[in-house]
């Protein structure tokens, strides 16, 4: 079955700092990889995607890139804010509409930026 | 504004009650998706379904059923079988053949006392 194991919280950094939070995953076929932030309370937000080996997602400072050959999906972003404080999951989704296309999610990943 | 909505966003019932979280969208997206959180916990799938009249159980579908009778519409009823209800659930759409990123609602925090 597939599988999604993230880097354990919770991480604590300082303004400024770099941020990296890894994912690796398991895959019986060739996955799309996400990145979503949950702002406390809230639903999830889609931060980036990659949907082939060595696409790199980026969206709002974060950057990711789609490591076939050691099957990572690492999320960086080179000078956080305060307001990147939130909790971070790593998904993958089978590229099949048969099996209902469902994501599997890492645990998630607290972080919290000191100013 | 296209988007998911879930109602209500806090909703406390009684041991031994069914309750039922709604979920709509008006994104025309074709599949649909119920998501449970437990703190400190990722994601698991209940139930989802990709066309009207049609839905599958996911990881831990014991104790909650669905329905998809509009497009727009996915509603989860939490039944008395449902060991342990309380939990943030999470519904989210998807645009079949567009990609396979899904995009969720706000959530329902249910809790059962």
């Known amino acids: 079955g597939n599988s999604v194991t993230q880097m354990e919280g919770p991480v604590t950094l300082s303004e400024e700092a770099f941020l990296t939070i890894n994912c690796t995953y398991t895959a019986t076929g060739y996955p799309s990889l996400f990145w979503y932030v949950q702002y406390p309370g809230e639903g999830l937000q889609l931060l980036l995607k990659?949907?082939?080996?060595?696409d790199k997602g980026s969206n709002k400072g974060f950057e990711a890139t789609y490591r076939k050959e050691t099957t990572s999906f690492h999320l960086e972003k080179g000078s956080v804010q305060v307001s990147d404080s939130a909790v971070y999951f790593c998904?993958?989704?089978?590229?099949?509409?048969?099996?209902?296309?469902?994501?599997?999610f890492g645990e998630g990943t607290q972080l919290t930026v000191n100013p | 504004d296209g988007g998911i909505t879930q109602s209500p966003k806090y909703l406390f019932r009684k041991e031994g009650q069914n309750v039922t979280l709604s979920c709509e969208q008006n994104?025309?997206?074709?599949?649909m998706y119920w998501y449970r959180q437990d703190p400190g916990q990722g994601l698991r799938l209940i139930y989802y379904s990709q066309i009207v009249n049609d839905f599958q159980k996911g990881d831990i579908a014991e104790g909650y059923s669905v329905s998809r009778e509009k497009k727009e519409s996915f509603p989860l009823t939490v039944t008395s079988a449902q060991k342990n209800p309380t939990a943030f659930y999470l519904c989210?759409?998807?645009?079949?053949?567009?990609?396979?990123?899904?995009?969720f609602g706000p959530g329902t925090r249910l809790t059962v006392t």
């Open positions: 994104l025309n997206h074709d599949a």
């Open positions: 990659a949907t082939k080996a060595d």
């Open positions: 989210a759409s998807r645009l079949r053949d567009r990609g396979y990123e899904q995009y």
């Open positions: 998904a993958l989704s089978e590229q099949q509409e048969t099996s209902g296309s469902r994501l599997t």
